[in-house]
Nanobody, 122 residues
């Protein structure tokens, strides 16, 4: 029912920037909070960021706070993650995910994209 497709990953050097994009097939897109997660080899999946349905509330993990910015365009059914000052430890597969309500509080992500690889060299 729900399809999420990520794009924008790639290979960059430490200190560089990347912008990830996620396009959703969800009807009435603004009714759903969205999030970005990442998983590195040998590590647990980590929630990087989240944004509420109308972009009033935002969440950032401590590991990316001040470097990453999440945004959304409800007219285009897209959510983006601007990643600045990238570090080697940011290397991971990044996943877009949707929640079942306009806010993420107390919720787990419901639908997931296939992921896009981000690799940051030293």
């Amino acid at each position: 029912q729900v399809q999420l497709v990520e794009s924008g990953g790639g290979l960059v050097q430490a200190g560089d920037s990347l912008r990830l994009s996620c396009t959703a097939s969800i009807r009435t897109f603004s009714n759903y909070a969205m999030g970005w997660f990442r998983q590195a080899p040998g590590k647990e999946r980590e929630r990087v960021s989240a944004i509420s349905g109308r972009a009033i509330n935002r969440y950032y993990a401590d590991s990316v706070k001040g470097r990453f910015t999440i945004s959304r365009d409800n007219a285009k059914n897209t959510v983006t993650l601007q990643m600045n000052s990238l570090k080697p430890e940011d290397t991971a597969v990044y996943f877009c995910a949707s929640y079942s309500s306009p806010d993420w509080y107390g919720q787990m992500a419901e639908y997931w994209g296939q992921g896009t690889q981000v690799t940051v060299s030293s």
